[in-house]
């Protein structure tokens, strides 16, 4: 079950299926579909997993083992890289909150999001050749990105695991939490994140012109937001 809660402009979505730890079968890239056309013109998107033992444990072996042919693989994979395609494509901030390991499929899905946040006590990994396969998300190409094609192939090419700790020291988690102050964090941050600038940040940093990123302040500027907050702040005591 994927599911949508919507508050404030705070967008988060939860795989929970805990028979699976979390893993991704194809009903469950149909409704990831969903809500996230369900989450559109939300300030701030979170990814998370039900629980606190898997974000999400990967592809649903039993599920996809149905998958017999070529065809049928391709197909699959371009349904999910699409997904985490719309994921990294989200007009505002994406949060991946890491409530417990993500493994193969999972880091995939953890790397198409702007932002990761973990629980102390998960493991992160692109182990996907432990099954004598790859990275078929965009996962490969999103963690060479962050690490650099060196460490990212050192890391996918052998299936290694890292510990919330390791990951953050390589560039591949941004934030760790203990697990008893992990809920709160990245609500926190999340929040943090749920005003119309921080969507314009991301295109700027996404890549574009000098005149664009200009326009998109200049938009902010006159914007009633901006002279709401502009006023407060000048009435302040001195």
């Known amino acids: 079950m994927v599911e949508l809660e919507l508050t404030d402009g705070l967008a988060v979505i939860t795989i929970d299926r805990p ?19 369900r989450a559109e013109g939300a300030l701030a998107l979170v990814i998370r997993g039900g629980g606190d033992r898997a974000f999400v444990s990967g592809g649903d072996l039993k599920e996809l083992a149905k998958l017999r042919t070529e065809e049928q693989a391709a197909d699959m994979a371009r349904q999910m890289r699409t997904i985490c395609d719309r994921i990294a494509a989200f007009p505002a901030p994406v949060v991946a909150a890491l409530n417990g390991h ?35 998300w965009g996962g490969a190409e999103r963690l060479a990105a962050l690490v650099g094609k060196g460490r990212a192939l050192m ?63 200049a938009r902010l500027w006159v914007s009633d937001e901006h002279w709401a907050a502009a006023d407060k702040v000048m009435s302040r005591p001195k």
């Open 155 to 217: 890391l996918a090419g052998s299936g290694r695991l890292l510990d919330a700790a390791e990951a953050q020291r390589l560039g591949l988690v941004d934030q760790v939490f203990p697990r008893a102050a992990f809920e709160e964090g990245w609500r926190g941050i999340a929040r943090s994140l749920t005003h119309r600038a921080a969507g314009d940040i991301k295109k700027v940093m996404g890549g574009v012109s000098a005149e664009e990123a200009i326009a998109a302040f």
């Open 102 to 136: 993500a493994l193969g499929g999972g880091a995939e899905v953890a790397v198409a999001a702007d932002i990761r946040i973990a629980a102390d006590d998960i493991r992160i990994g692109f182990n996907q050749v432990t099954l004598e396969i790859m990275p078929a």
């Open 19 to 37: 028979q699976a730890r979390n893993a991704i079968a194809p009903e469950t890239m149909d409704q990831l579909d969903a809500a996230l056309d």
